[in-house]
């Protein structure tokens, strides 16, 4: 069993370099780990290709990044047992057709382009799909939803812009009833962490809130129509009570 889960870029400063990685957080590699799956990073094509970038100008390797994103998720949907879209930063707006907020963190190209075209492919191939925070948001705009760019201008109740330890939780959700969550979790409300500034607004199409916070911003997505397609907007893969969603994943694609 091969699941696949996106990177996020970074840059580590040194004394006398700059080393730019793409990595995932250990906690996601262990949550996947211990349900028996091989785990698979998945990084985007890199405007690092800087002679292709300065030869073809920003248009064409645009179009260049989009058509390799389009090969790369139609042919990884086919490879994989799995796909977890992990968090990170901020989605582009443009995306659906937003400006910029005064507080939405630059976007970066090459990863939004990749995770749209896997979070797509996955849903037409229905391959088990979590996207967890980013990810979760990158499944409902990739579907024709909306964000909010930044929760804090709702003036809600709770917090969602948590510090360290990661591991505790910092409010409820309420479950809904007779969905995939409510069945993995059998409760009708669950503990969370909180590590985000932006939020689902319209939900995609084709999916459903499967959980909202007291303020009723949306906190899980589901398409109730595919075996395995959730978005949590926390982050699971901190919390030892929420090992099941991997476990879930993992049992999605054996059934499959």
Same mark, same amino acid.
């Given at each position: ?53 300065? !030869?073809?100008? /920003?248009?064409?390797?645009? =179009?260049?990044?989009?058509?390799? @994103?389009?090969?790369? $998720?139609?042919? &990884? ?25 005064? !507080?939405?963190? /630059?976007?970066?190209?090459? =990863?939004?382009?990749?995770?749209? @075209?896997?979070?797509? $492919?996955?849903? &037409? ?39 360290v330890p990661y591991q505790e939780t ?77 476990t879930a994943l993992a049992e999605a694609?054996?059934?499959?």
């Amino acid at each position: 069993m091969i699941v696949g889960i996106t990177t996020m870029y970074s840059e580590i400063e040194q004394p006398d370099e700059l080393t730019r990685i793409e990595r995932v957080a250990i906690e996601y590699i262990s949550a996947l780990q211990n349900t028996g799956a091989t785990v698979a990073l998945i990084p985007p094509m890199h405007a690092g290709h800087r002679k292709l970038q300065l !030869e073809s100008g /920003p248009q064409e390797w645009q =179009r260049i990044v989009k058509d390799k @994103a389009h090969d790369q $998720a139609k042919e &990884l949907v086919g490879r994989l047992d799995a796909l977890v879209l992990s968090g990170g930063r901020d989605l582009n707006p443009a995306l659906y057709d937003q400006d910029p907020h005064a !507080e939405t963190a /630059p976007a970066r190209f090459e =990863r939004d382009t990749l995770e749209q @075209a896997l979070a797509r $492919a996955a849903f &037409l191939a229905d391959l088990p799909t979590l996207g967890i925070c980013r990810g979760m948001q990158m499944m409902d705009v990739a579907l024709g939803g909306t964000l909010y760019q930044h929760v804090p201008d709702l003036a809600t109740g709770a917090s969602h812009s948590q510090q360290v330890p990661y591991q505790e939780t910092s409010h409820i959700v309420d479950v809904a009833p007779d969905t995939l969550l409510s069945r993995i979790f059998d409760t009708d409300s669950l503990a969370v962490n909180s590590m985000h500034h932006q939020a689902v607004d319209q939900v995609a199409p084709q999916l459903v809130p499967s959980a909202k916070d007291a303020d009723g911003i949306v906190e899980a997505i589901e398409a109730p129509s595919k075996r395995f397609f959730l978005g949590v907007q926390w982050h699971p893969e901190y919390l030892p009570d929420h090992a099941v969603l991997f476990t879930a994943l993992a049992e999605a694609c054996r059934k499959g």
